[in-house]
């Protein structure tokens, strides 16, 4: 028998290298059809639930790392809260209406046009199923847990019914209402937007100030004054009704080079620089309130432009008269209805103007600004033209530039019950900082909600028409339609005439022939996904109402969030959360915004072939996710040797814990050594706060407390020296024993830890584990215990490490000075004052100091001295044994192992003893 052979070196079939992009695919398929997630709804039955509402993804594209951001958030939460003794189901959904799939199909050469509007309807469903079907399988390849064959989707008729009942009822509690009023529009989509799905860029505009020559002054100016405005808009001049004034501020009559015009006397310097008057004096000084019902004549059409008195004039910029056309600006619009102005809005779908704006017939709205700019110099009335760049909306779907103007509408009035919404806002837990402020301060400042929608892929308004043209929304139209839609789908409502989809006899006063018409307009796609509290919370058994949580990203204050809480709160008369969490965007590695152009994107596909999804689960629990968050190449490979280290770690453990059974070779935590006792308190203080961080959503926190406890307490201390224990003592010796105690705790709480993050990972290593539960996803997280001399043990271990840091510095130096290779050469003699002395004493009593410090041979010496403990050197004296490897003086001189220590001469003369007989004898 060879020397070696006595040695218990761990062995274990558990793999080095993860090889995860292939031992991935194995495992979901192995949970798939022994379906673990059903198992573990089964399992936590009866107990308390928590439900995380998941907000719909686009279904249109591929999955970006966005998407794997929140995907596997939400998966670390859930498979946390189920873990942690929650019933906490998934049900994943999907967004499905709108313009981008309308937009997909026809860049894909459809033709909209060649068919019906059903026909061309059941093409976008087509192809949202099956953009569906493709992000699902993404999905379920990070390993997101869920009812993936049970997902709620917003096209499907079961969903469409709730979402008109929504509707119904906010109709019912009148609410909903039909207005001519300026909202944004995208001539590049010819639809009406939602706030939400605006964005700003930068863009270079016209800067024009323009005189509006006074045509009744009231007594107090004369007609050959003019009122100054500034604009940046000189398209919307052919609207323009009226001149807005602050009633409070001071303006002046001023003659400047020779001409006489009205300004606020707090913009007269700004505007004569602008201007670039050169001779100003003022006449008069009027309050606003004197200017309130004087008219202007229109710069270039033969109409007048009212004076009017309104809080929302400032001195920011402009000349303190804002140019005002009600059917162009919200606040012009609510001016101009105190002061019974029309709603002029002389712009048709496509942003050209109509023959409202007389010369300008058919010129799209941009480009009529140069045109109007030259009329105004033409009839003398542009005081400067000038350009600058600013901040400017744009339909975040095209891209492209939206205007203000004002078209018949269907509305949702936040007015009604905004107090309603603000008081809701005060019982939700906002857990990121900021959050209940953002969402208050819009619900505050919003403007009704502009439900309707001038496309063809949605939810259709269910809404018909009298022939006097009153609408029609009663509970009776709204019930049955609500039926017709969750027995055929929404496209009912295009395949059949208005009196086919009414009641059977339905009449109405309006209507005396028994005539109707249809709503052709559709619901804004929030109004869908913000139905989803109805359409699937109330709809669906395992869930309940309010969710405990939404966790989206920050854009959605303004979107699902806001939208989920105003509908729930007009119907319930509670928001539709407890919680809500968000998170930030996800950026390159040097903060930029991911582009295509660019070249900087990563996609989570390509990483899960390359490196598996264990990594990218891995670097979401290692972000703060609350801010924007960084990715890339080099940040993944940093990700990857972090893996790596905790994946050796636990291999080490797997190997070294092969032959222990806990149930057969635990050792009781009153019979640990004290160096044992330290790291069972460390691995419960980790346990504490991975539990903690579980519960407040601080995945990094886990991230770094595991790498941590990984790195520096068991990789570079414990498991160190404990290879001189493991791998040298008998079988069954207690120490050895006790270790293992340890080892398979750690190694077991720390799989149960770490599963919610990396579950392929740590249902490879379950494997190897002697538990009763199937998967480890099937198990609870591991509890802390508590253990009465915590705060002696901790005392000791805590200035031991200080101590060995200074020993480790000087094995250092001697490593550099040659006078030693590796530690196991080494004599140490430390010098230790009294209180170092007694400390190194108290550990020895159940502990080998020169085993912990990894070095042959130790001496300490008491020292009367300042510094805790002096280091001395030296090559330790002896040859090496053949077993244990430390140099050892009695080598060489035991007769019948005289390549052994007298430790391992023991352990194999009992254990091992036919590894003493020669090999010639033995052969």
């Known amino acids: 028998m060879k020397m070696k052979e006595t040695l218990l070196l761990g062995k274990t079939a558990f793999p080095m290298k993860a090889n995860l992009p292939v031992r991935e695919l194995e495992r979901e398929k192995e949970w798939e059809e022994n379906r673990v997630y059903e198992k573990r709804q089964e399992k936590n039955a009866g107990k308390p639930t928590f439900v995380l509402h998941d907000g719909p993804p686009y279904a249109n594209g591929a999955v970006h790392m966005g998407h794997a951001l929140n995907k596997i958030s939400k998966d670390i939460i859930v498979r946390s809260k189920s873990m942690a003794g929650f019933r906490a189901p998934y049900v994943p959904g999907w967004d499905t209406h709108g313009l981008p799939i309308e937009q997909a199909l026809t860049n894909s050469g459809v033709n909209r046009k060649e068919m019906s509007l059903a026909e061309f309807r059941k093409m976008c469903e087509d192809y949202a199923w099956q953009q569906i079907d493709g992000q699902r399988i993404v999905f379920k390849r990070l390993g997101i847990a869920g009812d993936w064959d049970e997902p709620y989707v917003t096209m499907t008729p079961e969903y469409e019914e709730a979402e008109i009942r929504v509707f119904g009822k906010m109709a019912e509690k009148?609410?909903?209402?039909?207005?001519?009023?300026?909202?944004?529009?995208?001539?590049?989509?010819?639809?009406?937007?939602?706030?939400?799905?605006?964005?700003?860029?930068?863009?270079?505009?016209?800067?024009?100030?323009?005189?509006?020559?006074?045509?009744?002054?009231?007594?107090?100016?004369?007609?050959?004054?003019?009122?100054?405005?500034?604009?940046?808009?000189?398209w919307t001049l052919p609207a323009n009704l009226g001149i807005s004034v602050h009633p409070d501020f001071k303006y002046v009559q001023v003659e400047a080079d020779g001409k006489k015009f009205v300004v606020a006397e707090g913009l007269l310097e700004t505007v004569t620089n602008e201007i670039g008057w050169e001779s100003v004096s003022v006449l008069k000084e009027l309050g606003g309130y004197e200017l309130d019902r004087m008219t202007a004549q229109h710069p270039f059409y033969d109409r007048e432009s009212l004076v009017m008195t309104g809080d929302h004039v400032t001195l920011e910029a402009g000349t303190g008269l804002v140019h005002t056309a009600p059917g162009h600006g919200d606040d012009d619009y609510i001016i101009g209805r105190k002061y019974g102005l029309d709603v002029l809005s002389p712009v048709d779908d496509r942003g050209c103007f109509t023959n409202e704006a007389p010369g300008f017939e058919g010129i799209f709205y941009d480009k009529a600004n140069k045109l109007i700019t030259e009329l105004l110099e033409e009839k003398g009335h542009l005081l400067k033209l000038d350009f600058f760049t600013h901040s400017y909306p744009h339909d975040w779907r095209t891209k492209k530039p939206v205007i203000f103007r004002a078209t018949p509408q269907w509305f949702a009035s936040i007015d009604k019950f905004r107090q309603d919404i603000l008081d809701e806002i005060e019982n939700v837990n906002w857990i990121h900082p900021s959050g209940k402020v953002r969402i208050h301060n819009m619900i505050r400042d919003r403007g009704d909600w502009v439900i309707s929608r001038q496309r063809v892929w949605g939810v259709p308004l269910p809404i018909f028409y009298a022939e006097n043209n009153e609408p029609i929304i009663t509970p009776e139209t709204i019930d049955h339609v609500a039926?017709?839609?969750?027995?055929?789908?929404?496209?009912?409502?295009?395949?059949?005439?208005?009196?086919?989809?009414?009641?059977?006899?339905?009449?109405?006063?309006?209507?005396?022939?028994?005539?109707?018409?249809?709503?052709?307009?559709?619901?804004?796609?929030?109004?869908?996904?913000?139905?989803?509290h109805e359409a699937v919370l109330r709809k669906r058994d395992d869930l309940t109402f309010p969710a405990d949580m939404y966790l989206e990203g920050s854009d959605q204050y303004r979107g699902w969030f806001n939208s989920s809480l105003t509908t729930s709160v007009a119907i319930n008369e509670v928001a539709p959360y407890k919680n809500v969490l968000s998170q930030g965007f996800v950026l390159d590695g040097e903060g930029r915004?991911?582009?295509?152009?660019?070249?900087?994107?990563?996609?989570?596909?390509?990483?899960?072939?390359?490196?598996?999804?264990?990594?990218?689960?891995?670097?979401?629990?290692?972000?703060?996710?609350?801010?924007?968050?960084?990715?890339?190449?080099?940040?993944?490979?940093?990700?990857?040797?972090?893996?790596?280290?905790?994946?050796?770690?636990?291999?080490?453990?797997?190997?070294?814990?092969?032959?222990?059974?806990?149930?057969?070779?635990?050792?009781?935590?009153?019979?640990?050594?004290?160096?044992?006792?330290?790291?069972?308190?460390?691995?419960?203080?980790?346990?504490?706060?991975?539990?903690?961080?579980?519960?407040e959503y601080k995945f990094s926190a886990i991230y770094q407390t595991i790498m941590n406890f990984c790195t520096l307490e068991l990789s570079a201390f414990y498991l160190n020296f404990a290879k001189d224990v493991v791998y040298i003592e008998s079988e069954n010796d207690k120490v050895r024993r006790s270790m293992q105690t340890v080892f398979y705790d750690a190694l077991a709480s720390i799989t149960r830890l770490l599963t919610p993050i990396v579950p392929h990972t740590t249902e490879e290593i379950w494997e190897y584990l002697k538990e009763e539960e199937e998967y480890a996803q099937l198990a609870d997280f591991p509890e802390a215990v508590t253990v009465s001399d915590k705060a002696e043990v901790l005392a000791v271990w805590e200035k031991f490490m200080d101590v060995r840091d200074d020993i480790l510095k000087s094995l250092e130096e001697a490593r550099n000075e040659k006078t030693i290779g590796k530690s196991f050469e080494a004599h140490l003699t430390l010098h230790a004052n009294a209180e170092t002395f007694e400390l190194l004493t108290e550990i020895s009593k159940d502990s080998d100091l020169a085993q912990l410090l990894i070095v042959s041979q130790l001496d300490v010496v008491q020292a009367d001295q300042a510094e805790a403990i002096r280091v001395e050197v030296a090559h330790a004296e002896g040859e090496t044994c053949q077993r244990c490897r430390a140099i050892k003086p009695e080598v060489g001189t035991i007769e019948d192992a005289p390549t052994l220590c007298e430790r391992c001469a023991d352990i194999v003369r009992t254990e091992f003893p036919e590894a003493l007989v020669p090999e010639t004898e033995a052969e």
């Open 174 to 234: 009148g609410y909903i209402y039909k207005g001519l009023k300026p909202i944004y529009w995208s001539p590049s989509s010819e639809s009406s937007l939602a706030e939400a799905e605006i964005e700003y860029k930068d863009v270079k505009s016209a800067s024009i100030y323009v005189s509006f020559p006074v045509k009744d002054g009231k007594g107090l100016l004369e007609s050959d004054t003019s009122f100054v405005i500034w604009t940046t808009t000189p």
């Open 483 to 532: 039926k017709l839609i969750g027995e055929n789908g929404s496209n009912v409502w295009f395949e059949r005439e208005a009196k086919d989809l009414l009641p059977e006899g339905f009449t109405h006063e309006g209507s005396p022939n028994g005539l109707f018409t249809k709503e052709t307009d559709i619901m804004d796609v929030w109004f869908d996904s913000g139905s989803s």
């Open 593 to 695: 915004k991911m582009s295509k152009s660019i070249g900087n994107t990563v996609l989570p596909e390509k990483v899960i072939k390359n490196m598996g999804a264990d990594i990218i689960r891995l670097w979401v629990s290692s972000v703060d996710y609350e801010s924007d968050v960084r990715i890339s190449d080099d940040i993944l490979k940093q990700v990857s040797e972090t893996y790596r280290k905790i994946r050796n770690t636990m291999r080490f453990l797997v190997a070294n814990t092969e032959d222990f059974n806990p149930s057969e070779h635990r050792v009781a935590y009153e019979e640990l050594r004290s160096v044992d006792k330290y790291i069972v308190i460390r691995l419960n203080e980790v346990i504490e706060t991975c539990l903690a961080a579980y519960k």
